[in-house]
């Protein structure tokens, strides 16, 4: 038998396979050359007036015997050409600039006409030398992409919104909390590897499954199969069945001996009025996910009031829950516990809902009640709670009649769409013996159909035309699994699995007016977080991406898009630290009204993203960030921010009273509780937050050794007292100077972001007591009065927040200059350089004549060279 016949390839490419194995060969074809920049530098002489100022006002303090600031500006060498040295030359430039160095004080007064001619020769000399590194090597480094813009280009690319796989890559390094960062992504064998793992689990779930769809299954379960065991809700008070209202006593004996007729009886409700939190739980009895995938939940419930007696009467309001996938281990959970499709308000009266949750096989999915009592661990036996006394109003909870839930669900097209994105309308078979896949495609022409199926595919995942040679390189990957006896899909999997870890698709070219896919990219990476579309592709192969009204549209039309919310969620994520908004939680000793609120956490995370959405989408003023009279709130936020009752878990626009201290970011619960430690609150780490974030005038990072500011959570000594003492060291008050009154402010609000006249404290001051959300009787002090007053460095004072936010929109410049600069760190992976600065006040002085509005801050950015590059000479 002439075995060469039956392979459409030559096989002078088998022996590579025989050689090695082939994901050593599937390594191969995704290492890049990484450039490699130069660390030569010249000396040079620092300019005249940059001499004769630090002879004259600064050598008597920052020379080697006193090191002022840790800086012996004697000794320092003057080589701006070199990128550390000259990073030293701009802080030095920018504290003589804003007036902060040299100080008045001790006849050090630097006259403005000195200052001018300093900042003048300085100046100029370092943005030459930045320039002429910036012509060389670029703006920074080539950046690969994070694995969050990995995992959301296969899930676009490959048509599967649910995948995935963000967890087998390596988490990302910050810089500044932010993860785009060219520097801090670097690539390892650990990466190479995790890409390869990626790219594999993405294509086997993109393949068809099977010749036809998976079987779907259906679970209807009525209100006493709702839960796997009598006893998984804990005590009477938090679980009973109940008909017409009334409570129906059920034992556990005589549930477990109810016939199948009886647990098929609808007219029988399952009440709760808990939240299921461990070691408490609550899943449909006899279900579990056969397959990873997309289920349909269909239920039908409502919001109920627990009264005396155990008498159910219709809420005052709706009763919002969400569905968390688990595994069905009772108490003990195995593995991750996740929200799955999205919040629901049950209404006071039965309503049918429905929603889609994502499951894996093997999992069920849980009953989460949101702002329901939660259980605290006992240490003395019993239930592991005391229910809370029952309030004027009655228990809030929620009443189950039945549930019924199907899937997986299927594409209304087999093979699914995604398969479609691999193997085009190739027909499919049955899957030979021993395939990983659960298809075959059938192929008459297998090289034909391989040269097309992977050009195809390689220009949608590669944002633009890829080189033949490239291209060569994984048709012969693809001829060599095919001579080795792989099938047709097995052998098109691993091309395409090479060619998601190459650097065609996993680095992002520096854009310039010479090359449109790269803005391209750039621009959907931004705004979008994914390879750019169909429509945007275009534009740039026709280069009408360079029209700047052209330009304009399509970032409009990004903001627009649904995807602008993995820009919502990965900017506020980075820029204002929410990533860490779980980091700590409240202390149940001195916060017990807060002990284990997810539901107000969650709460808070989604009020900041709808309002910074909200600020791009209608294009308001800058200073909005900081001083606005309205926010988003839904039921829980609304009572934390002491207003009047909205119900429902959707967060709605509503007008801040005049009376209110909230709005703006600063006063945002999110941004208060991500400042503080749960314990206490920092004037130091608010102020620093503000200073970074807000107006992008970060502070040094503290000496070494300087020991940490260690609140006094007995109430005896405020933190403004021991602030007081810790900066009567010279050296700690010249940097506190700089942010603990902008801190001082937002000493009104406490750990969560609550309003407080008072501090709390566990032994001094007046005693409060009373039952906490679990039943469980605290006890705490309230003591001194909170003294929100400050001066700033200018001199200007304030007694209140109020006044503060005042201040800081007085220079809307300075608001929207940091923002320009979080864009440009979050859009170009690169901080703004020195010689981009004329740049950013270009894109300033554009938006100014309308107040700095921050749609109109983004679209000038758009347009600018700082984000689309400068031309290459030709």
């Not at 994901?23 to 990484?34: E, Q």
């Not at 800086?71 to 050409?81: I, K, N, S």
């Not at 007085?810 to 760190?825: I, K």
Request: glycine fraction near 6%; charged fraction near 25%; include cysteine.
């Amino acid at each position: 038998m002439n075995t060469q016949a039956s392979h459409p390839f030559p096989r002078s490419t088998s022996s590579l396979i025989a050689a090695a194995s082939l994901r050593t060969l599937l390594v191969c074809c995704v290492l890049i050359p990484l450039r490699v920049t130069s660390s030569q530098e010249s000396s040079a002489a620092a300019p005249e007036p940059v001499k004769i100022a630090i002879e004259n006002y600064c050598a008597d303090c920052h020379n080697e015997q006193m090191m002022a600031g840790d800086l012996d500006l004697v000794a320092l060498e003057f080589t701006p050409d070199h990128p550390t040295n000259r990073e030293r030359w701009v802080r030095i430039f920018d504290r003589v600039e804003q007036g902060e160095m040299p100080p008045t004080e001790g006849g050090y007064d630097l006259a403005e006409e000195e200052r001018r001619e300093y900042v003048a020769a300085l100046g100029e000399v370092l943005r030459q030398a930045d320039q002429a590194e910036v012509a060389e090597h670029g703006r920074g480094p080539m950046r690969r992409l994070t694995r969050d813009e990995y995992q959301d280009q296969l899930r676009d690319l490959l048509q599967l919104p649910q995948l995935d796989v963000r967890d087998k890559l390596p988490p990302d390094r910050e810089y500044h909390g932010f993860t785009k960062v060219t520097k801090m992504l670097d690539v390892s064998r650990v990466q190479l590897e995790g890409w390869l793992d990626a790219a594999e689990a993405a294509l086997e779930v993109a393949v068809a499954s099977g010749t036809t769809p998976l079987p779907t299954q259906t679970h209807r379960a009525s209100g006493t199969d709702l839960f796997p065991s009598f006893d998984s809700f804990g005590g009477r008070e938090a679980m009973f069945f109940a008909r017409d209202g009334v409570m129906v006593p059920i034992t556990s004996s005589d549930h477990q001996k109810m016939a199948p007729e009886q647990r098929r009886d609808e007219t029988l409700e399952l009440a709760i009025f808990r939240s299921a939190t461990w070691p408490y739980y609550g899943y449909p009895r006899g279900f579990k996910a056969k397959h990873d995938g997309t289920y349909r939940v269909r239920f039908s419930a409502r919001a109920v009031r627990q009264l005396a007696d155990f008498r159910l009467v219709p809420a005052h309001q709706p009763q919002p829950m969400s569905f968390r996938a688990r595994q069905p281990s009772g108490p003990d959970v195995s593995g991750d516990v996740r929200e799955t499709g999205g919040w629901i308000d049950l209404l006071p009266e039965p309503n049918v809902f429905e929603t889609k949750i994502r499951l894996k096989a093997g999992e069920t999915f849980e009953y989460s009640l949101l702002g329901l009592p939660v259980p605290f661990i006992r240490t003395d036996g019993g239930f592991f709670y005391d229910f809370p006394p029952m309030p004027p109003e009655g228990h809030r909870g929620a009443a189950f009649q039945w549930l019924e839930v199907e899937g997986p669900l299927v594409s209304e097209t087999w093979p699914p769409p995604s398969h479609h994105v691999l193997f085009g309308d190739l027909p499919i078979g049955k899957a030979p013996p021993g395939s990983r896949f659960g298809v075959e495609v059938n192929s008459s022409d297998p090289k034909a159909d391989a040269e097309r199926l992977f050009r195809y595919f390689a220009r949608r995942a590669a944002r633009k035309p890829v080189p033949e040679e490239a291209i060569a390189k994984y048709l012969n990957l693809i001829e060599a699994r095919l001579n080795d006896d792989a099938t047709f899909v097995e052998a098109m999997t691993n091309g395409y699995q090479a060619f998601l870890c190459s650097g065609h698709v996993v680095y992002l070219n520096e854009p310039s007016p010479n090359d449109p896919f790269a803005l391209a990219a750039r621009l959907s990476y931004f705004l979008n977080n994914t390879a750019p579309d169909e429509q945007l592709q275009e534009h740039a192969a026709s280069g009408r991406l360079g029209n700047p009204e052209v330009l304009r549209a399509e970032t409009e039309r990004l903001i627009a898009d649904d995807r602008f919310d993995r820009f919502v969620e990965g900017f506020t994520d980075q820029w204002l630290d929410l990533s860490k908004l779980r980091r700590d939680i409240p202390d149940g000793r001195l916060y017990p009204e807060f002990r284990k609120d997810d539901y107000l956490v969650d709460s808070m995370q989604r009020e900041t993203q709808s309002f910074f959405r909200a600020m791009i989408r209608e294009n308001l003023h800058v200073t909005t960030l900081v001083d606005a009279d309205f926010t988003f709130v839904n039921d829980r936020l609304a009572q934390h921010y002491d207003l009047p009752r909205t119900p429902g878990s959707a967060m709605r626009k509503t007008q801040l009273p005049d009376w209110s201290p909230y709005g703006g970011l600063l006063t945002q619960a999110s941004i208060l509780k991500l400042t503080a430690n749960g314990t206490t609150t920092s004037p130091v780490l608010r102020g620093v937050w503000v200073m970074e974030k807000i107006l992008g005038d970060p502070p040094p990072p503290p000496p070494k050794s300087v020991p940490a500011i260690e609140p006094d959570i007995r109430g005896a000594a405020t933190i403004r007292d021991i602030l007081a003492k810790h900066t009567e060291v010279e050296s700690c008050a010249a940097c506190h100077t700089h942010f603990d009154p902008v801190g001082f402010a937002l000493e009104n609000f406490d750990v969560m972001g609550a309003w407080r006249d008072r501090y709390r404290g566990l032994e001094k001051g007046d005693k409060i007591t009373g039952i906490d959300p679990a039943g469980h009787p605290y006890t705490y002090f309230v003591g001194p009065a909170v003294d929100a007053s400050g001066k700033l460095r200018d001199g200007r004072t304030f007694h209140n927040v109020r006044e503060l936010k005042a201040h800081l929109v007085s220079d809307p410049r300075s608001l929207a200059r940091n923002l320009v600069g979080q864009f440009t760190l979050y859009a170009t992976g690169v901080p703004v350089r020195f010689s981009d600065r004329p740049t950013v006040e270009s894109i300033l002085d554009a938006c100014e004549r309308d107040g700095y509005r921050i749609g109109d801050l983004i679209h000038a950015f758009v347009v600018s060279e700082l984000f689309g590059g400068k031309a290459n000479p030709q």
